[in-house]
């Protein structure tokens, strides 16, 4: 067949012979790309491929003290200025993919491994959770930095403050000066944070440490593991009077101050089972509960045939708060301890709240 298309007359065009015999062009083009014997040109020694002398110099070239650690295109650049040309960039790159070393070619770090945050609280001030917050304000791209406090067991907020700046130094005066209102004890407290800038600061560790504060970080990129904290964040961004933007400083503490008594004091929390966080910071809740079960038992008495599933059962407050939950063999193997926190007064005067004003 090859030799009928390529004794055709000059003419008489490729298509239309392949036309006329009913065959594929891709099939000419392929058996005219094999030699006498029928092998095909794919497999055989290119005339303008480098000799086997010219790529030993190349990836010597390459590999060498100076140009190891640089990309095919810095030092084609660089040898070219030199006055020496060994072969195009792309020549380069294709000697690097047959080696497998196409890609970075700088030392890089081993991939780190962090061990996953397992907190678990079974009382107030055993384990604190924190984070800090943007507040946009009236000028663009200026914002206050809002740090926030919490108590894992009753989700309490134990401090706050308000700064036009974040730093480890507002860090630190914040736990110094909540520790010390809570009457924390060395080596009885937990804080929980991520790994911003505050949190990682070298004396912010060293700070904690000496006051016998045991540390835990979230992983890297894993916001779930700070979760109870951006819970309350979202809760506080998504309150119906949140203004959005702030006009200064002072703005943003007076409607925090707002917020957070009624956070405290007045939010029925759906994690604490409908209770506020200070009934179960406080221990309160017992006494509420009861409240709450003798109306349920009222109302059940008046009306039984609506509690289909029987007498209704105020409900109580987890009892355990766990962060990334362990493991039952973890709970077993773990002490049990008693913490003992001062008692809040019913009273708004007497509420033991913080609010650190710093500029």
Partial sequence: MNVLINDRPEHIPLRAACHALDINRSSVYAKSGRSEDGRSRKGAAQPRALSPQERERIIAT??????????????????????????????????LRQRGENGERRAQRAPQHHAVPRLVAQAPNEVWTWDCSKLPTLTRITYLTLYVVLDLFSRFVVAWMVSAKENSALAQQLMTEATARYQIDPGRLTIHQDRGAPMTANRYIDLLSEMGIVLSHSRPRVSNDNAFSEAQFKTQKYQPDYPGTFTHVAHARTWCEQYF??????????????????????????????????????????????????????????????????TPEQVEAGAETAVNFPTLTRAREAQNKYELSLN
């Fill in 261 to 326: 008594d009624w956070y405290n004091f007045e939010h029925h929390h759906r994690g604490l089972a409908g209770y506020t966080p200070e009934q179960v910071f406080t221990g309160r809740y017992t006494d509420v509960a009861a409240a709450k079960q003798r109306a349920l038992d009222k109302r059940y008495r008046q009306h039984p045939e609506r509690f289909v599933s029987g007498p209704p059962k105020a409900p109580m407050p987890p009892m355990r708060v766990e962060i990334n939950p362990v």
């Fill in 62 to 95: 390459m590999d060498s003290d100076e140009f190891c650690n640089q990309p095919p295109s810095e030092i084609y650049q660089t040898l070219l200025e030199r006055g020496v040309h060994l072969c195009s960039v792309s020549t380069m790159h294709r000697l």
